[in-house]
């Protein structure tokens, strides 16, 4: 399958790449939705010590691209933290360390929060939203953060949970590789290609772009309901002349499926019928690894990439169809029927 972030994820616009090396770095997780709210045991420790607490190591968050000596110092901080408590000959009691885990939590979540609210650019005609590499690195490490807080938290401060912390994969097990230095998506490359796409506003509104600090090895782009996921190439690889502004239209597909039509075909058999009707698509595929064979016959990624070769900018439309499917732009009368199928739907959803 596709790597996924959730069950409503679909993607990938990929390039492939040889000799991946594994990065020795935090994996990268996107932050999409606020943490829920809180359990009984945080109103019952409010109530004793309200507020919230910086975690004790005592690092600036969201300095620049010092993500990851943070994360670093986090991890043996938390170490510390549980195995002092574990002799109880010094350091905090357990309920002290409750308290202190739950507060370091809020105060994260603030910080989170306040990232989220601050993009690195914001579209004033069409808001959309995109964080750069130090924006988006420092709010993976503080959701991983938070992620292991609340694992000690349920299991009693079990080490285990700060020990087997994966430092090279996603949490779908998406490996994570060293980038080619310099060579990040920019910030302007990916607001040319969103902006150039004439597509109704309604398809752009609150859509997030991360890019990521790290590479995703030969997948260029993972893209969901709302936001997608920019990964830099592999250090010591070539990639295509327009890989910037093909990933960022095709990935932008995927969002306008799983928004506007379903994410998949029992979300809405009415809906995708029709798309396959226009296209001659005998049945419907589900995705597979990027360039699979599962991946040229995809459904979904056929959907995909008609939106990139039919709204794309002329860079992000350069490259040929992708998928088995003959590219729509060979057949006028399919390619305005396509166009307005999904003006249609995007309109009355």
């Known amino acids: 399958m596709i790597p ?25 997780i996107i932050i999409l939705i606020c943490l829920g709210g809180l359990t009984s045991g945080y109103a019952l420790t ?9 975690p004790s190591h005592d690092m600036e968050i969201a300095e620049g ?46 910080e989170i929060n306040r990232l989220q609210d601050h993009p690195s650019y914001s579209s004033p005609e069409l808001g959309f939203h995109v964080y750069d590499t130090d ?46 230095s310099g060579k990040a998506p920019k910030i302007e490359e990916v607001v040319e290609t969103l902006a150039g796409m004439p597509l109704p506003p309604e398809v752009f509104r609150d859509y997030k772009v991360y890019i990521l600090p790290f590479s995703m090895g030969e997948i260029s782009g993972l893209g969901s309901k709302g936001y997608m996921l920019l990964g830099s190439p592999l250090l010591n690889c070539n990639v295509m002349e327009n890989q910037i502004a093909f990933t ?34 005998p049945k419907w595929t589900d995705t597979g ?4 064979r599962g991946w040229f016959e995809s459904t979904e990624e056929t959907f995909a990439e ?20 003959k590219d729509p732009r060979q057949d006028p009368v399919v390619a305005e029927r396509l166009k307005e199928f999904i003006d249609r739907y995007v309109d009355t959803c």
Not at 46 to 54: A, S
Not at 69 to 87: A, H, K, M, P
Not at 88 to 102: E, K, Q
Request: net charge negative; glycine share 8%.
């Open 306 to 325: 008609d939106i990139r070769v039919l709204f794309g900018t002329c860079q992000a439309a350069s490259e040929p169809h992708g998928t088995i499917y």
């Open 4 to 28: 996924r972030w959730h069950s409503g994820i679909e993607t990938v616009s990929g390039h492939r790449f040889s000799n991946p090396k594994l990065m020795v770095a935090v994996p990268v």
């Open 135 to 180: 924006a988006t690195g420092w709010l993976h490490v503080l959701h991983k953060a938070v992620s292991i807080r609340k694992n000690l938290l349920a299991s009693h401060q079990d080490l285990s949970f700060v020990e087997r912390v994966n430092i090279n994969e996603l949490p779908d097990g998406t490996p994570l590789y060293e980038p080619a």
């Open 46 to 54: 409010e109530e004793i010590m309200p507020g919230c607490h910086k």
């Open 289 to 292: 690894d990027v360039n699979s």
């Open 248 to 281: 960022v239209a095709h990935e932008l597909g995927h969002h306008i499926h799983m928004t506007f039509l379903g994410t998949a075909y029992e979300e809405n058999p009415t809906g995708w019928d029709e798309y396959m009707r226009i296209r001659g698509i």
């Open 65 to 110: 691209d010092g993500f990851i000596r943070w994360f670093e110092s986090d991890i043996c901080y938390l170490t510390g933290l549980v195995q002092d408590n574990s002799r109880r000959t010094h350091g905090l009691s357990g309920f002290g360390v409750t308290i202190r885990l739950m507060r370091e939590i809020r105060f994260m979540e603030h």
